[in-house]
Structure formats: C-alpha cells, structure tokens
C-alpha cells in the first residue's frame, strides 16, 4: 500500500508519523520539501488536494512551532496507479521566519492555497510564481488569521436584556472564561417563571394549559 511506503520513507529520514482518527500526519522538515515532494510522486500521490496553514500561538498545549502548514497528498485510486491512499505532511514553521518553498513546482493545484495562506497567516512560499493576495483587500494591513489580529465586532443584544460580548464569549470556548454572555435590565427569568406567564395567559383566553 502507498501509504505504508511514505510512513517506511519518513521512518527511513527520521521524520516523525502520527496516527490518530484514521488520518496520518507525517512530519516534514521544511528544509526537505524540496525532495519529500518528488519523493512521494515516485511512491504514487499524484495529487495535492489541499493545504492549510494553522496558527497554534493560543492552543493550549506545547507546539514546536507558532505556525504549521499541512499538505495533503493523495494516491488518486484509478489514476496514474492510485490506490486511495492519503496523508497529512505537517511542516512546523517558525514564527522568526514564516518561510516555506513552494509546492507548486511540484503540484500545480497548491497555487491558491499557498496564495491564501500568504494572505491571512502571511507565511510565505519561495518559489511560487505568483504570491500575492487573493481574499483580502490589497490595503489591508495585517493577516486575519493570526491568532493575535485585531478584531472589530459588535456586542449582540437581545429584547430579554441577554447580550453576547464577542471577546468574553471567544475565552469561554477557548475555556479561559466560563461566563460567555452578560445582563442588562435586571435579573434574568427563568423558565418557571416564563411557563406561569403562558399559563396564565391561556387561562385569560379560555384555554387549558
């Protein structure tokens, strides 16, 4: 099977394999790429079905990296000898130097990928020949993606007083603040109360609660 070549190559240059949920991660030096790509070409992943770029800078437990760039290689089944075979090459980058070579020399369909990537998490692909924005406004400063952009929102009201703050209900999820919403207008009703209401407005119309 393909996949089992690309996990004998890694262990062959030291290069770490995770499994976990029926995916494979292989970890890529990124001073390799430039071999590890044709390399997997010759074992039989023809094609690049996505990459995507991750900021890592607020995940609660330890990375190598801030940033890691994942590519996903397939082994296409019924085309040039696939066999369906798929796995994740993760390339951790540094925060200091957010710089990688370019998958496009090796598989055209990394073009708008690497683009996006460059544009919202401005890591940068050497040797892709048209790294430029794609999403974003050429203006804009920054890149949206990075954990630590600024934000502009809108605190979201509702007729009972309940309102959402968007930076108190991004700690909550991020498990860093249990309180995710906030009142205003006194105190909050609870369902009992709101039930007698219903009751009592059925029983003013005649109806049997």
């Given at each position: 099977m393909r996949l089992e070549r690309a996990k004998t190559y890694a262990a062959e240059h030291g290069y770490a394999v995770e499994e976990a949920r029926g995916?494979?991660?292989?970890?890529?030096?990124?001073?390799?790429?430039?071999?590890?790509?044709p390399a997997m070409q010759e074992l039989g992943f023809n094609y690049l079905a996505n990459v995507i770029g991750i900021d890592y800078s607020s995940y609660?437990?330890?990375r190598p990296e801030r940033y890691a760039v994942l590519?996903?290689?397939?082994?296409?089944?019924?085309?040039?000898?696939?066999?369906?075979?798929?796995?994740?090459?993760?390339?951790?980058?540094?925060?200091?130097?957010?710089?990688?070579?370019?998958a496009v020399p090796f598989?055209?369909?990394?073009?708008?990928?690497?683009?996006?990537?460059?544009?919202?998490?401005?890591i940068r692909f050497e040797g892709h020949p048209d790294l430029r924005k794609i999403l974003t406004p050429e203006d804009l400063e920054g890149h949206p993606l990075r954990k630590d952009y600024p934000l502009g929102e809108?605190?979201?009201?509702?007729?009972?007083?309940?309102?959402?703050?968007?930076?108190?209900?991004?700690?909550?999820?991020?498990?860093?603040?249990p309180g995710l919403t906030g009142r205003r207008g006194g105190a909050r009703r609870g369902y009992a109360e709101i039930y007698e209401d219903v009751r009592r407005a059925q029983a003013a119309e005649g109806e049997d609660a």
């Open positions: 995916l494979v991660w292989l970890d890529v030096p990124r001073e390799a790429l430039a071999d590890f790509f609660p437990e330890p590519f996903e290689l397939v082994s296409i089944k019924g085309w040039k000898d696939g066999d369906g075979s798929r796995f994740f090459a993760r390339v951790w980058v540094p925060e200091r130097d957010p710089v990688l070579p370019s598989y055209a369909s990394a073009n708008f990928f690497e683009r996006e990537i460059f544009d919202l998490l401005g809108t605190p979201t009201q509702f007729k009972d007083g309940r309102y959402i703050d968007p930076a108190s209900f991004r700690a909550g999820l991020a498990g860093g603040d």
